[in-house]
């Protein structure tokens, strides 16, 4: 009896510390369920409509002075709050008017530990955070993600350079998939992955609120889960001398930062999408990150512009000799003026590379801002990251003297702590010059956007300039960007391919560049891929030629009131309309297999719209240039039946109050 007694207070005991040792929470919709153990580790694990989308996934973090977060597990401290407010988005790439609703877990630790959990209608979070005195050294974090069966994966591997170290990297790679357990450790890829269960929401896996802190790499190991990977800490950097000089870590500390000890980390990010179609329009990253630290961002100016990098500058039908001149920007700032674009970019070769006061003797600086000025058309710079930071105020001094509003920095290729603390740099130093921003040869946003507005995209993007060299700007990864790259923020693919090939016609050459698209997808992608600044990379000599479709492509904004994702199959389609003021766009990018496919209209308001519309021309199939524009009435009751050529596309613009 004793015994039997003694046996069932045991088992109560036991019973009433498990309890203690799980929390759970759920999204506000009751959808989406996150289950905190807290016992000899830290776990997580993640419930769709009680369907594991998670198994239970370690978290932890190891200072280099021997504290770590799961030493100190016992007696854990919790605090939940919900919240419901609406984001007003000042530079919006998707929507104004942004949603921000969700629940939180906060289990706070007695060894200075803390981590938060937030649970989102469409995906969870979690960040680990430190109340240290003075500054601590983080030695390793574990942040897992295992999940309950060998789902596929998409991820972008980076491909080893040959001479530097694995960490170093463009963030411009093809998408693989393969099954979980076919990813081993020595396969090191970056986020944004998306993992695509065949009969339960697909998850997407990045970060949010990257900050002093190293990038998130993932990789496997031969299980069913992938795993944090993160660069450490630069001990000693060297510069390159060559044409586009970088500065490479040549060795690496034993730890991963050194940071502040009372500190948030970055947002773990897991995106869920029950359809398709769920993930092109989710801003789930952009909800995470940090609120803005610019109080005034009136100055911020979205639009097109030109770009002359990838045809390298190789225009015709006129009167001088075409290059990085004087007379070839002036061209350009007729063609911007032409089409409505708001400013040209003035891409490598403007100056020498490594001294931005050394401008190039074939260009009249004054000359060309004086001439854009005189058109209302901007002008913008490219300039190289390493050449940027040893000139910085100096050279910001000198863009704003000419009037440059933006500028493009490039070539830094790494996500250490030291590079991270580098975007951090030049936005506060673009922020005071009232110059905005964008980064090439760089990671993916994770909500910098936000943080920092007038910073409005990176490359971070294999994208039109890879027809140059190679057919790997190919229709279905085309397709792929907004399912994947775009949970990550948005993207400079620098569309506007005129020159457009099949895959048997298609030559990877510079000068006359080809896309392996049809035209109407390169058209398409203005629509479809989100960047408040978006670049024409295509021939400007081509485009005069077809006015009506230039016309077209300058009337598309480049910032949304309001996104809508029609219809999507991951690789295969998508169909995303979106609002600015009363008219819309739909936008559609297709693989290489031809399909037909049926857009109901259902969205629209009340009332008659007129619509141009460019779709793949009857032959586009073996001549991907062929396209036709035409125009129609159209209402809410109208549904738009459209054929799609291989790599093809389609655009309609639906403009309200048609008779």
Known sequence: MNKLLFLNLFLLLNTLLHAQATREIASPNGNIRLVAYIQDQLRYSVYY???????????????????????GLARP??????????????????????????KELKVTFRNAFAVIFRVYDDGVA?????????????????????????????????????????????????????????????????????????????????????????????????????????????????ETKELYSTRYVSKRADFLALTKGTRAFPWRVLIVAPEDRDLPGNDLVYRLASPSRVPDVSWVKPGKATDEWIITSNIFNVPFKSGINTATYKYYIDFAKRFGFERIMMDAGWSDNNDLFKINPD?????????????????????????????LEPALEQFSKWGVDFIMTDFINRDDQKAVQFYYKIAEACARHKIMLMFHGAFKPAGFNRTFPHAVAREA??????????????????????FIRMLGGPLDYEPGMLNNATPKGFHAMPENVMSLTTRTQQLAMFVVYESPIQFFAG?????????????????????????????????????????????????????????????????????????????????????????????????????????????????????????
Request: net charge negative; aromatic share 10%; hydrophobic share 35%.
């Open 461 to 482: 993007v294999l994208g039109s300039e890879y027809n140059m060299w190679s057919a790997k700007a190919a229709p279905e990864h085309n397709v792929l960007l907004p």
């Open 126 to 238: 979690y960040r680990i955070a430190t109340a240290f005195p003075g500054e601590i050294r983080v030695k390793s974090e574990m942040a897992a993600f295992r999940f309950p069966a060998n789902h596929p994966v998409y991820f972008p591997e980076v491909a080893p350079p040959s001479n530097m170290d694995i960490y170093h990297t463009s963030f411009e790679e093809p998408y693989t998939v393969k099954p979980l357990e076919s990813i081993h450790a020595k396969s090191l890829f970056f986020s944004p992955v998306l993992v695509a269960p065949q009969d339960s929401p697909k998850i997407g896996i990045t970060e949010s609120d990257l900050e002093d802190y190293p990038g998130m790499f993932l990789s496997g190991n031969a299980e069913k889960a992938l795993f944090g990977h993160f660069a450490p800490y630069p001990a000693e950097e060297t």
């Open 77 to 102: 401290l919790f605090t939940e709050r919900s919240v419901n407010e609406t984001i007003i988005s000042p530079v919006p790439e998707k929507r104004i008017r942004i949603p921000n609703r969700y």
């Open 363 to 391: 260009i009249d600086m004054d000359e060309i801002v004086a001439y854009a000025r005189s058109q209302g058309i901007g002008v913008s710079m490219w300039t190289l990251a390493l050449t940027l930071d040893k000139q």
């Open 49 to 71: 409509k009680n369907q594991p989308l998670i198994s239970p996934s370690e978290i932890d973090m190891v200072l280099t002075d021997g504290k770590k977060l799961s030493a």
């Open 539 to 659: 021939n400007p000599s081509q485009g005069l030629r077809e006015p009506a479709f230039m016309e077209l492509l300058g009337d598309i904004p480049t910032v949304w009131d309001t996104t809508r994702v029609l219809d999507a199959r991951l690789g295969d389609y998508v169909v995303t309309a979106r609002r600015k003021g009363k008219d819309w766009y739909i936008g559609v990018l297709n693989d290489s297999t031809a399909r037909d496919l049926s857009i109901p209209l259902g969205f629209l308001p009340p009332g008659n719209f007129t619509a141009t519309t460019c779709e793949d021309g009857t032959n586009a199939d073996r001549y991907p240039a062929d396209y036709r524009i035409s125009e129609a009435k159209l209402n809410k009751y109208d549904v738009l039946k459209i054929h799609l050529a291989p790599g093809g596309g389609y655009v309609a613009q639906l403009r309200a109050g048609g008779d």
